[in-house]
């Protein structure tokens, strides 16, 4: 896929694979298809939304967004002759984690509020993906009431109590009501990821612009615990399967729960600027 670089041949077998997963376990397009066309990147880039609808019709305006992006930078600084920036941890594993929550959604079959499932592009490129897409759901009138980002979440954090961390941990009452759902410090407070501000960094973050709404990225990239970020060492098999296999067998419960409790995640008032992420 040669590093998946928005709007090139590469990242188009992605896309079809993510097409071909969503149908296979019932995922229905949210648009007439699955593909969303950015209207802000040139070449073609489309980010790929999928959706399951809710049981309970009085919730049917509380869409859940669960996304991470699927792009890469494409090439990378060579090393041994080795250019192609497969980007496994950065995003290949938020997109698997995010296409392991459609399968266990669409099996479970008992989500009360609706979940789109949405696959960004051009992420790397200034988060136009999730630009694009949060100014037309403003624009089609749609007010999703929360947001999943996953992000590098392929290695494990060494010598923490928890075992991801929220960006924007302050800004609502998601870890929390994720910890008592879980039974554990399933979600923790990361100090770096505040002094980095990386609640501005992922795709979350334009949905929190446009909508005001609870918006977090989970991660388990610490600084400490990977050193391939935009790099060609970015490679799957460093990668820990077993790691990631645990991460989502915790989430996938908590975040079932989530859904379907009707005490919502709320914003927290006094920690709502750029600075106190």
Same mark, same amino acid.
């Given at each position: 896929?040669?590093?998946?670089?928005?709007?090139?041949?590469?990242?188009?077998?992605?896309?079809?694979?993510? %097409?071909?997963?969503?149908?296979?376990?019932?995922? @229905?397009? &949210? &648009?007439?298809?699955?593909?969303?066309?950015?209207? =802000?990147?040139?070449?073609?880039?489309?980010?790929?939304?999928?959706?399951?609808?809710?049981?309970?019709?009085s919730w049917d305006k509380e869409a859940i967004i669960i996304g991470a992006h699927y792009d890469h930078i494409g090439m990378g600084k060579p090393v041994d002759?080795?250019?192609?920036?497969?980007?496994?941890?950065?995003?290949?594993?938020?997109?698997?984690?995010?296409? %392991?929550?459609?399968?266990?959604?669409?099996?479970?079959?008992?989500?009360?509020?609706?979940?789109?499932?949405?696959?960004?592009?051009?992420?790397?490129?200034?988060?136009?993906?999730?630009?694009?897409?949060?100014?037309?759901?403003?624009?089609?009138?749609?007010?999703? &009431?929360l947001v999943l980002n996953f992000e590098m979440t392929g290695v494990p954090m060494a010598d923490k109590p928890y075992r991801t961390y929220l960006t924007g &941990?302050?800004?609502?009452?998601?870890? @929390?009501?994720?910890?008592?759902?879980?039974?554990?410090?399933?979600?923790?407070?990361?100090?770096?990821?505040?002094?980095?501000?990386?609640?501005?960094?992922?795709?979350?973050?334009p949905f929190y612009e446009e909508f005001q709404i609870p918006a977090h990225t989970f991660s388990t990239f610490d600084f400490t615990n990977f050193d391939h970020?935009? @790099?060609?060492?970015?490679?799957?098999?460093?990668?820990?399967?077993?790691?990631?296999?645990?991460?989502?067998?915790?989430?996938?419960?908590?975040?079932?729960?989530?859904? =379907?409790?009707?005490?919502?995640?709320?914003?927290?008032?006094?920690?709502?600027?750029?600075?106190?992420?």
């Amino acid at each position: 896929m040669a590093g998946r670089e928005a709007g090139t041949p590469g990242i188009e077998l992605a896309a079809v694979y993510i %097409e071909n997963f969503f149908k296979k376990h019932g995922i @229905q397009p &949210y &648009y007439p298809a699955f593909r969303d066309t950015l209207t =802000n990147f040139e070449p073609t880039a489309f980010n790929v939304v999928g959706y399951l609808p809710g049981s309970d019709p009085s919730w049917d305006k509380e869409a859940i967004i669960i996304g991470a992006h699927y792009d890469h930078i494409g090439m990378g600084k060579p090393v041994d002759g080795d250019e192609i920036a497969n980007g496994a941890n950065d995003n290949a594993t938020g997109t698997t984690t995010v296409l %392991e929550l459609a399968r266990y959604f669409a099996q479970r079959n008992n989500n009360k509020r609706p979940l789109i499932f949405v696959l960004f592009s051009a992420e790397e490129k200034g988060l136009l993906g999730s630009r694009h897409l949060a100014a037309r759901m403003k624009k089609e009138g749609l007010s999703p &009431y929360l947001v999943l980002n996953f992000e590098m979440t392929g290695v494990p954090m060494a010598d923490k109590p928890y075992r991801t961390y929220l960006t924007g &941990y302050k800004m609502s009452d998601l870890a @929390q009501k994720m910890n008592a759902y879980a039974g554990e410090e399933l979600v923790g407070f990361l100090p770096t990821a505040k002094a980095y501000n990386l609640f501005m960094r992922s795709d979350n973050y334009p949905f929190y612009e446009e909508f005001q709404i609870p918006a977090h990225t989970f991660s388990t990239f610490d600084f400490t615990n990977f050193d391939h970020y935009h @790099q060609v060492g970015d490679e799957v098999n460093i990668m820990d399967m077993n790691h990631m296999s645990a991460l989502i067998n915790a989430m996938a419960p908590s975040i079932e729960q989530l859904i =379907n409790d009707a005490s919502k995640v709320k914003m927290v008032d006094g920690d709502n600027s750029s600075n106190g992420m």
